[in-house]
């Protein structure tokens, strides 16, 4: 509950015009939603709102870096974060699907928790893939990596080398009675051609 209030707006107190207000982001936020992505992370929110009795639209960025698993290594490498976005709270009696664009809060609601807005904001920002810049991954494990491929590798040619010697070479996935329809249709395709 507190950490919701962190991140809420006073919006019932504040008069109907421009507002801008601030938010520090720490790693609580990322273990409150138990974030297998996120391990830790210091970003900066500011929100820019105009408010109105019946709505307040939210100019929202978001700038830092998150601690994350590196897709390469597995060690923990850091990602920049940057976000900006839009968000309409409509004030009605009649409530919506919050949707990431568009929020509901009640009349008699104190404030805007933008928690929940904030987290998946920052989690949407990241790219796909989360990787050290080159070189800087941890070598010992990079090592490790490229041998084991390596080893994939060569078991793969030994086999196809085996079967290939062995006359019993076969795309994979295809039967010998398909492959003998592929040759009968390629002999007749030739055949037309001549």
């Known amino acids: 509950m507190e950490l919701e209030q962190k991140y809420s707006i006073a919006y019932k107190a504040l008069k109907n015009g421009l507002h801008e207000v601030g938010f520090d982001v720490d790693g609580a936020l990322f273990k409150a939603y138990e974030s297998k992505e996120i391990k830790d992370g210091r970003c900066k929110v ?34 920049p974060v940057h976000f900006d976005g839009e968000l309409v709270v409509h004030v009605s009696e ?16 104190e404030g805007i928790g933008l928690m929940q ?31 084991a491929d390596d080893n994939d590798a060569e078991e793969a040619c030994v086999a196809d080398e085996s079967a290939d010697e062995a ?19 390629k002999a007749r395709m030739q055949g037309k051609k001549s």
């Open 94 to 109: 009649q409530t919506g699907e919050y949707d990431g664009e568009n929020m509901w809060v009640s009349p008699e609601e």
């Open 117 to 147: 807005y904030i987290y998946e904001s920052i989690v949407l920002s990241l790219p796909y893939r989360r990787v050290h810049p080159d070189g800087e991954c941890n070598p010992d494990m990079m090592a490790r990596f490229t041998a």
């Open 167 to 185: 006359g019993a070479y076969e795309p994979r996935g295809m039967g010998a009675e398909n492959i003998s329809k592929l040759e009968e249709l």
């Open 46 to 79: 500011h929100v820019a709102m105009r408010k109105s009795d019946s709505q307040a639209v939210l100019e929202v960025g978001i700038d830092g870096d998150v601690i994350c698993e590196c897709d390469r290594c597995l060690e923990d490498c850091t990602i």
